[in-house]
């Protein structure tokens, strides 16, 4: 995707569809390697008994293992560094791009008032039960289809790239990522509706960046019309062992 000119401000989220496939519109074939079907996960290659600096005593042996090295996309799909925050829910500059860490239990919605467990995975445990009044459906999207990992956003002199990692993709045409702009920073000349039926709203967009498995398109929130942006020198890139949407 060609570097945009000006953007004054950009609202980087992701919505995660919870349907077994992405809608319609978005269509087209995507090159994947096979599917991983569970965690990110890799066993310790050291155990370390001794006190390690910035980690309390008392600390389970997990927080003192080394850290496992998780899978990369390769420099062609996201030819920056991986910098991710190690700390959820915080961001960071370098090297380029912009890297988020997002919350990596936030995969339940709002909590009812009554603070009642209604999650359909809240039986699983009675220590620790979920609740929350949107959830991820069971079958293909194992309660948890298109929680967001991580998100980055890195330009060159040639192009922009847009990168969401997701905590699980067991199938792929679950998740649908979104980016919104406000290309002049006000709120009254743009809309306030994201496209895609994302149900959410957000004062003065005018542009969106919708990216599925299969296809990746650019609005004009003002009026409704979507490019292929892969019709204009762009693509979008399916990593399945670091499961990520990678959009240039």
Do not use: C
């Amino acid at each position: 995707m060609t570097a945009p000119r000006r953007v004054t401000a950009a609202v980087v989220l992701a919505v995660a569809a919870v349907v077994a496939t992405a809608p319609g519109p978005m269509a087209g074939a995507a090159t994947a390697r096979p599917a991983a079907h569970h965690p990110h996960r890799q066993a310790p290659t050291a155990h370390l008994s001794h006190p390690v600096r910035g980690v309390p005593r008392g600390a389970p042996p997990a927080a003192k293992w080394t850290e496992p090295k998780l899978p990369r996309p390769s420099a062609r799909e996201w030819p920056f560094g991986d910098m991710f925050s190690r700390t959820s829910g915080t961001g960071r500059l370098a090297g380029g791009a912009s890297y988020w860490t997002d919350w990596l239990f936030d995969d339940h919605g709002a909590t009812a008032p009554t603070a009642a467990p209604i999650s359909p995975a809240s039986t699983t445990s009675d220590l620790a039960p979920t609740q929350g009044v949107a959830a991820y459906p069971s079958g293909p999207a194992k309660n948890n289809g298109a929680d967001i990992f991580r998100a980055a956003v890195g330009t060159t002199r040639k192009a922009s790239y847009w990168r969401v990692d997701w905590t699980t993709l067991v199938d792929q045409n679950v998740p649908i990522a979104e980016w919104t702009f406000d290309r002049d920073g006000k709120a009254k000349s743009g809309t306030a509706v994201w496209p895609a039926a994302a149900g959410v709203t957000s004062p003065g967009i005018d542009r969106a960046l919708v990216v599925s498995a299969k296809r990746a398109e650019l609005y004009n929130t003002r009026t409704g019309h979507a490019v292929d942006v892969a019709k204009h020198g762009g693509r979008i890139s399916v990593d399945r062992r670091s499961r990520s949407f990678i959009v240039r």
